[in-house]
């Protein structure tokens, strides 16, 4: 058992004084101060001046630590995980890049082998695959040729098989021919779907998100902006009351003014921060891979070799917690949901992480007054 005491503890949205006692990986109980006996705990540790805040969930991120996702092994994602843990990020989403139906098999695989491994960093709750059921000319940094122009069960049923049941999330454009009708289809796989590298219209994102989609990823990046006479996607995210907005807070892909923009629209329990993070988070500038393709990191920008699109970031969770305060103003009770309860609802693990409360996983992150990393802790380790 371990015991957490005097913390500043986040519960339901508010910061008050609490300990926290931890048992076999999990929350025992959160109490007032003083009252839990100390016998039988291996360890005590004085929160004094900390706050106690639920470890960050990273639905979207294609690596990190110089291993890049669509090329990792399993010893490739510990390493991720060990990087990200020492970011805040206790649970994430291996995002796959748009690839051949070889190497994401593969990529599957190598998941499959890091579970049996022993682990010391971050969890990897699942898969999100970002393609290949993709818009073309919103490609981003996809690779065209791989993309695919309709839907196909059979393939998204094999990647399912392979993993388990564990592809959580997936990315479709949903103007591709039958699209907005085999959403459901997706959601019978076990797959959270959102929308994005789409250039849509308004109608056909409006009837995706009826039909069952529940995000947008990176939203205003890769996506046909909002026209007032023609709001498009961007404007059926906005406006919806059901959907997730996936955003990068690095102040490249969105201007402060637009994160503002799309809290405002959404409120902050329908948005959800991500790093879309690529190999070079955590490495000095050069140059780098992003499945398939070349990039070129100046600045800690990310940028295709070949033409100068942007291609991933280079941003962790603990900075983009940090540049949502700055940018927005808003109190860390407000902005914590994006890191935290929001990306766990979203793939629907929200009864085993993403808040503190008893029963759930013991991933919590001790941070000091400036918002810097005193501990992190990962199912009671």
Same mark, same amino acid.
């Given at each position: 058992?371990?015991?957490?005491?005097?913390?500043?503890?986040?519960?339901?949205?508010?910061?008050?004084?609490?300990?926290?006692?931890?048992?076999?990986?999990?929350?025992?109980?959160?109490?007032?101060?003083?009252?839990?006996?100390?016998?039988?705990?291996?360890?005590?540790?004085?929160?004094?001046?900390?706050?106690?805040?639920?470890?960050?969930?990273?639905?979207?991120?294609?690596?990190?630590?110089?291993?890049?996702?669509?090329?990792?092994?399993?010893?490739?994602?510990?390493?991720?995980?060990?990087?990200?843990?020492?970011?805040?990020?206790?649970?994430? !989403?291996?995002?796959?890049?748009?690839?051949?139906?070889?190497?994401?098999?593969?990529?599957?695989?190598?998941?499959?082998?890091?579970?049996?491994?022993?682990?010391?960093?971050?969890?990897?709750?699942?898969?999100?695959?970002?393609?290949?059921?993709?818009?073309?000319?919103?490609?981003?940094?996809?690779?065209?040729? !791989?993309?695919?122009?309709?839907?196909?069960?059979?393939?998204?049923?094999?990647?399912?098989?392979?993993?388990?049941?564990?592809?959580?999330?997936?990315?479709?454009?949903?103007?591709?021919?039958?699209?907005?009708?085999?959403?459901?289809?997706?959601?019978?796989?076990?797959?959270?779907?959102?929308?994005?590298?789409?250039?849509?219209?308004?109608?056909?994102?409006?009837?995706?998100?009826?039909?069952?989609? =529940?995000?947008?990823? =990176?939203?205003?990046?890769?996506?046909?902006?909002? =026209?007032?006479?023609?709001?498009?996607?961007?404007?059926?995210?906005?406006?919806?009351?059901?959907?997730?907005?996936?955003?990068?807070?690095?102040?490249? =892909?969105?201007?402060?003014?637009?994160?503002?923009?799309?809290?405002?629209?959404?409120?902050?329990?329908?948005?959800?921060?991500?790093?879309?993070?690529?190999?070079?988070?955590? !490495?000095?500038?050069?140059?780098?891979?992003?499945?398939?393709?070349?990039?070129?990191?100046?600045?800690?920008?990310?940028?295709?070799?070949?033409?100068?699109?942007?291609?991933?970031?280079?941003?962790?969770?603990?900075?983009?917690?940090?540049?949502?305060?700055?940018?927005?103003?808003?109190?860390?009770?407000?902005?914590?949901?994006?890191?935290?309860?929001?990306?766990?609802?979203?793939?629907?693990?929200?009864?085993?992480?993403?808040?503190?409360?008893?029963?759930?996983?013991?991933?919590?992150?001790?941070?000091?007054?400036?918002?810097?990393?005193?501990?992190?802790?990962?199912?009671?380790?």
């Amino acid at each position: 058992m371990l015991l957490l005491k005097n913390a500043q503890t986040y519960q339901e949205h508010r910061f008050s004084k609490k300990d926290i006692l931890i048992k076999d990986g999990k929350i025992e109980a959160v109490t007032a101060c003083g009252v839990q006996d100390t016998q039988g705990c291996n360890e005590v540790i004085d929160c004094e001046g900390k706050k106690a805040v639920p470890g960050f969930i990273d639905i979207h991120t294609h690596g990190g630590a110089g291993v890049d996702v669509n090329g990792a092994t399993a010893e490739g994602y510990e390493n991720i995980s060990r990087f990200f843990a020492s970011q805040g990020t206790t649970s994430f !989403l291996i995002s796959i890049l748009t690839d051949t139906p070889e190497q994401t098999l593969w990529c599957i695989r190598e998941y499959k082998k890091w579970k049996k491994m022993e682990h010391k960093g971050a969890k990897i709750a699942g898969i999100h695959l970002e393609g290949p059921f993709l818009a073309s000319a919103y490609k981003g940094a996809m690779p065209e040729h !791989l993309l695919k122009k309709s839907p196909d069960i059979e393939l998204l049923r094999s990647y399912q098989e392979a993993a388990g049941g564990e592809i959580r999330y997936i990315t479709v454009a949903p103007e591709l021919a039958g699209m907005p009708e085999f959403i459901p289809e997706l959601k019978r796989l076990g797959m959270q779907v959102a929308i994005g590298h789409s250039g849509a219209d308004y109608e056909t994102a409006v009837r995706a998100i009826e039909n069952g989609a =529940h995000a947008g990823t =990176h939203v205003g990046n890769a996506m046909k902006l909002m =026209h007032q006479h023609f709001p498009a996607i961007f404007g059926a995210l906005l406006e919806s009351d059901k959907a997730y907005c996936e955003v990068i807070c690095d102040g490249r =892909h969105l201007h402060p003014g637009t994160v503002r923009i799309i809290l405002k629209a959404k409120g902050t329990e329908r948005v959800v921060a991500v790093t879309d993070s690529i190999m070079a988070a955590g !490495l000095p500038d050069g140059e780098y891979k992003l499945g398939v393709n070349d990039v070129v990191v100046e600045d800690g920008d990310a940028k295709l070799k070949s033409d100068g699109t942007r291609a991933g970031s280079t941003l962790t969770t603990i900075q983009a917690y940090r540049n949502l305060l700055r940018f927005t103003g808003r109190t860390e009770e407000e902005i914590l949901p994006l890191l935290t309860e929001n990306p766990a609802a979203l793939i629907g693990l929200d009864d085993e992480i993403g808040s503190i409360e008893k029963g759930k996983s013991a991933d919590i992150l001790l941070l000091d007054e400036q918002n810097n990393i005193d501990r992190v802790i990962i199912a009671g380790k």
